[in-house]
Structure formats: C-alpha cells, structure tokens
C-alpha cells in the first residue's frame, strides 16, 4: 500500500518526504487554509518536492465549472489529479476529464455506491472518508472494504484512497482490506513509527554500548 501525506504544510511535507515513504499528498481547502498558502503557488511546491501524485481540489460546484478549474490545476504541474466531490454535477465533469486526460481524484465518498459510480465515469482514484464515518456510527473499514471488492470485481482500473484517517489502526486495517493508497496526517504518521518497546529497547542498547565501552 503507498503512502500519501494529507497536509498542504510545506515543512511536514519536506520531512517525510525525507524518510522515503511518502508517494504523494492530498490536499483541500481546509488543508490550505491553515497552511495559509497561496493556492496555485502551494501546489506548485509540493509537486516539485513529492514528484508523485497530488491532489488538488476544485472549489465550483457545477460541472462546467469544475472542468474549467480542473484544467487550470492540472498545468501546474505534471504531478496534480484534481478533487472532485462527488455529486451529479460531479460525475459529469469526471467524465469529461477522462476524455482529456486529466488525472481525477473522487472525494467525500461515504458508501461503495458512490464509489461505483465515479470509477464507472473514469475516476482516477476515489477517496472513503473512514474517519468521518465512524464519528456517525458507522463502519469506515466496511465501506472501504466493500469498494475495494467491488472493483476488484469488475477489474476497474481506479484505486481506493483510505482518508480521513485519524489513527495508526486505520492505516493497518486498510492496508489489510487491500486499499492501494492511504492518505495520512503528519502526526498519525509520527505515530506509526514508534512503539514503547522500541524506545526501551535503544535505550537499553545505548547504555550497554556504554557500559561496555564501545565506539564505532
């Protein structure tokens, strides 16, 4: 499963990019604002440190609108598949983008029929908000699960980004349900990286490395 980095913070970017497991970046107008980046010129930067996929979401709400945006986005940079909410009006302009090939990420997706309907009109990627469904009652890792074998199915070419995650288990169990992307916050990405016992354990090396005199 790769790993993509939810954040449009230039700093957190460079860092994980850093540790050579960050493939792409997600990025919204709620990411953007609290970066408070200019938004052609953040994306801009993020591709030219990613150099993979990077999201970036339309604001229109209808679909002559959004291809419209669309187009401006995807020459920012080679890197860029636009956000799409998903929506009739949604639907529509995915479609059209397809037949120009312009890369499409299908957001605020909440069940497996709605991401039925955007690989069907030639989604690039679609996007489980998990988080956001278990904060309703909701199973997200049902929904991802059920994507995923749907379009295993039909052999559809689109693939599944786990988002809205809000903790390390969701990234396990979405790697387990077969999702191809899942789309993490910096500080859940901190997380996945340590344990207790690791940190016990280097401790416990270093001062045994000590008592023992060694140096390399």
């Not at 990420?105 to 679609?126: H, M, R, W």
């Amino acid at each position: 499963m790769k790993i993509f980095l939810d954040t449009a913070n230039i700093e957190e970017i460079k860092e994980a990019v850093s540790w050579g497991i960050v493939r792409g970046v997600t990025t919204n107008p709620t990411l953007m604002n609290r970066a408070k980046a200019d938004y052609a010129t953040s994306i801009k930067e993020i591709c030219e440190i990613v150099k993979g996929p990077v999201s970036a979401e339309v604001l229109a709400q209808d679909s002559e609108g959004m291809v419209k945006e669309a187009q401006k986005l995807s020459e920012i940079d080679k890197h860029v598949n636009v956000k799409i909410p998903i929506s009739i009006e949604g639907l529509k302009a995915i479609k059209e983008l397809s037949a120009l090939g312009i890369k499409t990420n299908c957001t605020l997706i909440f069940s497996a029929n709605q991401a039925l309907l955007a690989a069907s009109a030639g989604a690039t990627y679609v996007s489980p908000f998990i988080g956001r469904l278990d904060d309703t009652g909701n199973d997200g890792m049902e929904v991802v699960a059920d994507i995923v074998q749907i379009l295993e199915n039909y052999d559809f070419k689109t693939e599944v980004i786990a988002a809205s995650i809000r903790h390390p288990m969701h990234v396990l169990e979405a790697a387990m349900l077969g999702a191809d992307i899942a789309t993490v916050p910096f500080a859940v990405l901190q997380k996945m990286v340590q344990h207790p016992l690791t940190d016990r354990g280097i401790k416990l090396f270093l001062e045994d490395a000590k008592k023992a005199g060694l140096k390399i």
